[in-house]
């Protein structure tokens, strides 16, 4: 892409730095400036128009321009566009939403604290543990397990505990409280001629020897989302769940399960958690909760996990954490829209009734000389692609990924895979519509290899 000097793009480059890329390829190829959306597609400065086959960042469940969100927002910033939950203070969009999330839990929780990002949730989430670590009386469990290729934001605890090389490198980064598990990717890490059940027998075993070498009594917590998805959208093997479940509760080890993703219908149920049967202590919630409208994120704990920290505040006087924008109201009020339209809208049933349609596409795809292999759950999916011989890791995916947004495609290269996460509002005629277009990116990148 040629840059005009003053153009939007030239601008961007002079005084924005960005997250996520290669900052001085940044520097020479400028970014793609969307300007509007509408549904399941958004629209750059050209003019060009493309399905958001990632819905952002795994993010706008209703789609894009849903004017029922910017309603609620503008009349309640038209009423109270801003106040906090410090210091004895409460407001009604933060305990509307603190119900909802409650009534629709997966398990039952006892109590809500927001917070603006995944990542932020995660690191307090952490911090709690901690907390309640120390009012138990046990100053010394307090390591946590995350797993390879787990992602669970980039603030100083969450990037600890996530399990990406890229998110570590230079930042000094992880903390030594955080170890790291297999990643149980099947596709990836089975051996030759091992079963999937036994693959989970492996992961298992390397679950419990890493609490035997570290310790049970020093390890507090194990985090896991239940599909990873920043990670490749990494399906867990058949009864892996079951079976690490079945070691924390033989260790006193809580279970956080990062939902950021997964939540809000995206694996067809209103949560992964009863796609899977986990039966989490602690759960974080994002992305999906306010569609990414605005931010707002949100830690569900159950009163085994909330009452020793409230007996700690007590005697230390207070629970010394919170943000400004802790609960915010306009935030709060978009999200609970959000879910009321999630579910009248029935978008969860809808991820449930074209998971065959979505994965089935996928895996005709994975027969194209180019890919691997496909996987996937609900709406949310990933083609392998075979690396090329004579490139670097990831070449080949993000060949794919660049030919198939010249198709009018957004979606998003991770390792060898190309991952898919539409709005949760996506038809079956959509669902073609995108996976036409995968097509002929395929036989582009085919060509060109030619
Ligand atoms: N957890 C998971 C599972 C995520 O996918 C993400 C973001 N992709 C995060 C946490 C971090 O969220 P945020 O970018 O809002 O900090």
Known sequence: MTIAPNSIEARDIAYQMHPNVNLRTYEKSG????????????????????IEGL????????GFGEKRLSEVAKAQMDKLPYYHTFAYKTHGPSIELSEMLISIAPVPM??????????????LAAKMVWYRSNALGKPDKKKIIGRIYGYHGVTIAAGSITGLP????????PLD??????CPSYVHFGKDGESEADFTKRMLGDLEDLIQREGPDTIAAFWGEPVMGAGGVLVPPVGYWEGVQEILRKHDILLVVDEVICGFGRTGKMFACQT????PDVLVLSKQISS???PLSAILMNDAFYQPIADESERIGVFGHGFTASGHPVATAVGLENLKIIQERDLVGNAAALEEKFLGRLN?????????SSRGVGLLGALEIKPFADGKPGDAAAAVAAALQEEGVICRAVMEAVCFCPPLIITAEQIDEMFDALGHALDTVAASRA
């Open 166 to 173: 890229r998110n570590h490198q230079s930042f000094d980064l």
């Open 31 to 50: 970014g793609l400036v969307i300007e509007s959306g509408e549904g399941i597609y958004v629209t750059d400065n050209s003019g060009k128009r493309y």
């Open 55 to 62: 819905a952002g960042l795994w993010s706008v469940a209703v």
């Open 364 to 372: 005709e795809l994975a027969q194209h000389p180019v890919a691997h």
């Open 276 to 279: 899977y049967d986990i039966k």
């Open 110 to 123: 006892s109590k809500v604290h927001f917070t603006s990002s995944g990542s932020e949730a995660n690191d």
């Open 292 to 294: 990414s409208y605005l």
């Open 177 to 182: 409280r955080m170890v790291h598990t297999s």
